[in-house]
């Protein structure tokens, strides 16, 4: 799927882990790969677990990356000094 191939990425720092603004964020990157409503609600929900998570273990600064190739999302979440969290969907 060559037309939803990119990569987005942001770095978060002494923020909210997840505040609106996030969140808007990252249902509008779901959606621009097609993921039915059902799937951007599950995935978000796993995002918002690990931000919200990570914040309560005092980190604050991290990396959140969103790589679609090869008809397949990847998503990372990097907090400073702890291995990545990653999953991955296949795309719609």
């Known amino acids: 799927?060559?037309?939803h191939d990119f990569l987005f990425a942001l770095e978060l720092?002494?923020?909210t882990p997840f505040d609106d603004l996030l969140k808007d964020l990252i249902q509008a990157v779901l959606a621009?790969?097609?993921f039915?409503?059902?799937a951007v609600d599950e995935l978000s929900g796993a995002l918002r677990t690990v931000l919200t998570k990570g914040?309560?273990?005092g980190k604050r600064r991290c990396?959140?990356?969103?790589?679609a190739?090869?008809?397949?999302l990847e998503v990372a979440?990097?907090?400073?000094?702890?291995?990545p969290w990653r999953t991955t969907r296949p795309l719609p």
């Not at 990396?63 to 790589?67: E, G």
Request: charged share 25%; glycine share 12%.
């Open 77 to 83: 979440i990097g907090f400073a000094g702890a291995a």
């Open 55 to 57: 914040a309560a273990d």
């Open 13 to 15: 720092s002494d923020e």
């Open 63 to 67: 990396d959140v990356r969103f790589q």
């Open 32 to 34: 621009h790969v097609s």
């Open 36 to 38: 039915a409503p059902a």
């Open 69 to 72: 190739r090869g008809g397949q």
């Open 1 to 3: 799927m060559a037309d």
